[in-house]
């Protein structure tokens, strides 16, 4: 069974730092472009970051760049959005996604497989 598994979300006051993990089950990352993509309440689903299967190219929204950094692990089969510097507007459940292009895309239609969600609120 092909699976992504999020995990990593929470509460964190402005200003903090939270690491999102997704795990990879069933296949392997390393074949796949991978992108982490975010639903705010009332709000349709937005690309985050993503990273190309070679891992030359990404990609970052505007509103977080400088503030996220997107890796991945291969032997650990995990993708990884490292989020700093986070503000209340970045509250979200955030979904990683894997695609089979080489190139990475900012939209939903470029990944096959999704993750469950996880739920990140920055609030005081």
């Known amino acids: 069974q092909l699976q992504l598994v999020e995990s990593g979300g929470g509460l964190v006051q402005p200003g903090g730092s939270l690491r999102l993990s997704c795990a990879a089950s069933?296949?392997?990352?390393?074949?796949?472009?991978l992108g982490w993509f975010r639903q705010a309440p009332g709000k349709e689903r937005e690309g985050v970051s993503c990273?190309?299967?070679?891992?030359?190219?990404?990609y970052y929204t505007h509103s977080v760049k400088g503030r996220f950094t997107i890796s991945r692990d291969n032997a650990k089969n995990t993708v990884y959005l490292q989020m700093t510097n986070l503000k209340p507007e970045d509250t979200a459940v955030y979904y990683c996604?894997?695609?089979?292009?080489?190139?990475?895309?900012?939209?939903?239609?470029?990944?096959?497989?999704w993750g469950q969600g996880t739920q990140v609120t920055v609030s005081s």
């Open positions: 990273i190309s299967r070679s891992d030359r190219t990404t």
């Open positions: 996604a894997a695609g089979p292009g080489y190139y990475c895309s900012a939209y939903e239609n470029g990944y096959d497989y």
């Open positions: 069933g296949f392997t990352l390393d074949d796949y472009a």
